[in-house]
Each structure stands twice: as C-alpha cells, then as structure tokens.
C-alpha cells in the first residue's frame, strides 16, 4: 500500500498557520480482523487542506485504513496498537468522539429539524405545531439517550395525521437504530383474556426489539424504542366495567402509568429507555366543541373566531377539556404535550391525493409504472373522492381504501387481458366499468 498527501490549494497567508497544524495524525497503527493482521504500524500525518491518496493491492488493507479512523469495522475487526488523532483528541477506538466527529462537521443541522423537514418533505400537510413538538421530543430523547423522554399525547379528528406522523418517523435513516413498535390500545385489558394485558404488549415489543440489540460495555443491550399508542381514546375517559363491577379500562390506564413514568421494567424491556407517542380521535370532545360553536354562534363571523380559536388551543386548554370528559389527573400529570391536531382543509385533502410523490394516486401510479402499465384519472373523480371524504372524515388512509375498493378487480383484468392503461372516472362510483388502454374525458395523468 502506498500513501501519498498533496495540498493543491492556494493558500492565503492568513491560512498558512492553520494549514502548518497536523489535522489527522495516526501512528503505529495496527488492525487485524480475528486472528489475521491487515495493518501493521501505520504512520501518517495530514494537514488541513491535503489530499490523501491511498493505492495499493486487492486486500492491501486500504479500506481497512479507512475504517479504522471513521470507527466502521465490522465485529470481527479490532485495533491491535497505535494511535489516531484529529485536531490533537485521541478518538482511536473512542465510539463518543467518533459519534461527534460525525455528526458535527459536515452535518449540522439539529435532528429536530431533519425530522420536521422529512415531516413536510413526505406529504404531511399542514398540523405545524405538533410536527415542531414530535420533533423536538424525538431529538431529545435521541441525543440524550433516552434520558430526555417527553410522553406526547395527540388528540384529533380520524385522518389527521396521527398515524401517519409515526410511520415517517420510523422510515428516517437517523432513526434507523431505535425500535419502532404500533399497537391499538383498545386491544388492552387487565387480564389478557380477551386481549393482551401490558406484559403481552411489552413482551411483542421485546421480540421486535432485540433485532436490534447492539454489544455494549456491559453485553447486548436492548436498543432505545418508541411506541406509538393509538386509539387511547378507548381507554383513558371511557369507562368499561367488567361483571364483576371493576372498571377495566381504569385498570389498564393505571398499569400503562408505571410504563409511561419509567418506573416498571417487562422481562429486559427498561421502560425509560422508551418515548411513548400515544393517540386518539376523542370523538366526545369533537361532538362538545361543536355544540359550543353553536350555541355560542351565530353568523359566519362569531362561528369563525370560534373556530379559529379551536385551531390555536394550548396543552392547558386541552388539559381542561379532557379532564372534563372523565381522563384522570395522574395521567395527564404524567403527559407533558398534549397537541390538537386539525382537521384537514379541502385543499390539504386534495394534496394527500393528488401530490406526486406521496400522494394517494401518485403512490398508485408508481406501483402501475414499476409494473408497465400506466394509471389515469379524471378530475371530477377527485372532486367526488373529496367530498366523500369530507363527509365521512376520512384522511389519508381512508383515501386510499376508497381508491382500492373504486379499483377492485380492474388490476387483474389488465395483467390477464394484457391491457396498458387504466383510466379511472366519477363514474365508477355509481357502478360505471373502468376504461381499458384509452383516455376519455378531461383526464389528469401525473
């Protein structure tokens, strides 16, 4: 293997001092993997604004070299001797410094924000407060190492993003080292018998999670999670008595106390290396704003500030509203964010179908190309898909079920007919075949 350094760079004068401190100095180094040397007694130094070529055979040791300073080997592979040093630290084997190293230079916007840009980037439309405080959450519990764990609890009409807003997080790649578990709460009960009691739940999420268990100082250790709760409308302020008089749900909201406080381990799970995002539609508070608006309102304008004054509600003020509907103090104490999620405007909606990257139709229309075909539609189909998800308070999900069940047996019939194009019209709805390799009306092809 050979090393050579060249700085092409025109220097000012002003640089000549930084340039002349050694930025990467390794000597002695020796690697091997298992029982067979890579590298042995390495010595270089590089400066700021040199150029490192390595050359050499086939198994030379250079992307070893490589590995050995950014701290990438694989488990078999290990530092013999020697030492690495960056700006005058000793990072050699040192996973701290290298997680810094990493992370700052050439990267450095905060996780919050890469959550909140991978949030707008990914069709999540509108519900800016409760992106900017999952973000936050999420940043926190990441870069303190569980440490920093903030319960969120996100109240709001069915189709407004709460689900969705979990699986983005679970796709981000700087995520991709924490364990990501969904369960409906409502499928909780205290004994298990007709459900799963909170050691089944935590014991499902403990399979899941040692896929991803890591060597640590101390042996394999569990990796931090997040679980999102949905449906804990079901279960905090709802009352579910047993035959025995015990109310059940009571019981299942105190055992869920301990998990979300930190304070009750399950087998190996450590329920404080765990950041609970928990959901519900809270349909009783949607019914009892919508009887304030009207009795309070009359006219367009007193309906509006109304409304708008919904939109803008704090954590107390939801505090307030869900105590009223029977949720306990304990377990609000135990929430920090409690966020309203709005329901989705028309034009929203209309994005969650139509965007080309993430939309309904734009989803369906890759899946169509990757197989050769091609997807078509017309633009009043959008308009009556709107309206009936306006009327039923569908979002994104519920969107996608009506395209499937419009669809239906229309995709078969392409792959055994050898058709190319399906063409897709309002008039579907009202038991109107599909059109098959033609285009009729004023189509909308992405």
């Given amino acids: ?253 105190a055992q869920l106390l301990t998990a979300i406080a930190g304070t009750q381990n399950y087998g190996s799970v450590d329920t404080s290396k765990i950041l609970f995002i928990m959901a519900g539609a809270f349909e009783e508070l949607e019914n009892s704003r919508k009887k304030k608006r009207e009795e309070h309102g009359i006219g367009f304008a007193v309906n509006a500030s109304a409304k708008e004054k919904e939109n803008s509600m704090t954590g107390y003020d939801l505090w307030e509203e869900l105590e009223e509907i029977g949720v306990s103090k304990q377990f609000l104490g135990r929430v920090p964010y409690i966020v309203h999620m709005d329901r989705l405007s028309r034009a929203q909606l209309r994005q969650i179908l139509v965007d080309k990257e993430h939309g309904v139709f734009g989803k369906k229309q890759k899946w169509f190309k990757r197989n050769g075909k091609t997807l078509t539609y017309d633009e009043d189909l959008v308009e009556e898909i709107l309206d009936r998800m306006e009327e039923h308070d569908m979002g994104a999900r519920g969107a996608a079920a009506m395209l499937e069940t419009l669809i239906g047996t229309a995709e078969y019939d392409m792959f055994a007919n050898g058709y190319k194009n399906l063409h897709l019209h309002k008039g579907m709805f009202f038991r109107a075949e599909p059109v098959f390799d033609e285009q009729k009306g004023k189509s909308r092809d992405k």
Avoid: W
Avoid at 14 to 40: C, H
Avoid at 69 to 96: M, R, S
């Fill in 1 to 253: 293997m050979i090393l050579q350094a060249d700085n092409k760079e025109k220097l000012n004068k002003k640089d000549i001092d930084s340039v002349n401190s050694t930025q990467l100095n390794i000597s002695g180094l020796s690697v091997s993997y298992s029982d067979s040397t890579v590298l042995e007694n390495v010595t270089l130094q590089l400066k700021k604004g040199e150029i490192l070529g390595i050359a050499g055979e086939s198994g030379s040791g250079k992307s070893t070299l490589i590995k050995a300073i950014i701290g990438l080997f694989p488990k078999e592979g290990h530092i013999d001797g020697g030492v690495i040093e960056y700006n005058g630290v000793d990072i050699t084997g040192n996973e701290k410094c290298l997680k810094s190293l990493k992370e700052s230079p050439a990267d450095n916007i905060p996780l919050a924000v890469k959550v909140k840009e991978h949030f707008d980037s990914s069709g999540m439309r509108g519900q800016e407060e409760a992106k900017k405080i999952v973000a936050m959450s999420v940043h926190k519990f990441v870069i303190s190492e569980g440490k920093d764990r903030n319960p969120i609890l996100l109240e709001g009409p069915t189709g407004s993003g709460k689900t969705f807003m979990f699986q983005l997080l679970e796709e981000m790649p700087e995520l991709k080292d924490l364990c990501f578990f969904n369960y409906c709460a409502s499928d909780m009960t205290p004994n298990g018998f007709s459900g799963d009691d909170i050691s089944n739940v935590f014991s499902k999420y403990e399979r899941m999670a040692r896929q991803k268990m890591k060597k640590g100082e101390n042996g394999l250790q569990m990796p931090l999670g997040i679980i999102f709760l949905d449906e804990m409308d079901k279960i905090i302020g709802m009352s579910n008595t047993d035959s025995n008089g015990e109310d059940c749900n009571a019981i299942v909201t």
